[in-house]
């Protein structure tokens, strides 16, 4: 899997007023829930490791 494009990210975010992860954390609260087991297929492999902050904080660091 290739990594995801920062930057790509944080303009679509910029579009909703989301510049940091507190306001990310904001409107992540405010959402309604979403329905997406149509769209994914079921995990191959262990991902209880992943933590939602770990993928969070990731969007709002420095990348080379």
């Not at 995801?4 to 405010?30: D, G, Q, S, V, W």
């Not at 079921?42 to 939602?52: A, E, F, L, T």
Request: proline share 8%; aromatic share 4%.
């Amino acid at each position: 899997m290739s990594q995801p494009n920062i930057e790509k990210i944080m303009k679509a975010l910029a579009k909703y007023n989301i510049h940091n992860a507190e306001e990310l954390n904001e409107a992540m609260k405010k959402m309604k829930p979403l329905d997406i087991t149509c769209m994914v297929s079921p995990p191959r492999g262990d991902i209880s490791k992943i933590k939602i902050e770990e993928v969070r904080n990731s969007l709002f660091t420095e990348h080379p």
